[in-house]
């Protein structure tokens, strides 16, 4: 079955960095577009950042010159870089998978921007 597993979520200080993960089983990693989405308390679901299997990104402009989404195809891993992060960032952020037509998520991981 497919398994999507985020990790790197955490309480950071305004202004700090934050590296998420996603590991990825069950689909061929290296074709299926992924993305990161985040969703904040009464607020709907939102796309932070997406990477096609050839690589082409595309970013929120909310996130734009601060997050980079990046993929290990080789270890079947995505990642998102956050930098200067901001009090709104504070989300639950979801990791997706969309292969084969069906798209598939993962359980999320909190992050918490606040001094």
């Known amino acids: 079955q497919v398994q999507l597993v985020e990790s790197g979520g955490g309480l950071v200080q305004p202004g700090g960095s934050l590296r998420l993960s996603c590991a990825a089983s069950?689909?061929?990693?290296?074709?299926?577009?992924m993305g990161w989405y985040r969703q904040a308390p009464g607020k709907e679901r939102e796309l932070v950042a997406g990477i096609a299997g050839g690589g082409t990104t595309n970013y929120a402009d909310s996130v734009k010159g601060r997050f980079t989404i990046s993929r290990d195809n080789a270890k079947n891993t995505l990642y998102l870089q956050m930098n200067s992060l901001k009090p709104e960032d504070t989300a639950v952020y979801y990791c997706?998978?969309?292969?084969?037509?069906?798209?598939?998520w993962g359980q999320g991981t909190q992050v918490t921007v606040s001094s």
């Open positions: 069950g689909i061929i990693f290296s074709i299926s577009t």
């Open positions: 997706n998978a969309m292969f084969r037509f069906r798209s598939y």
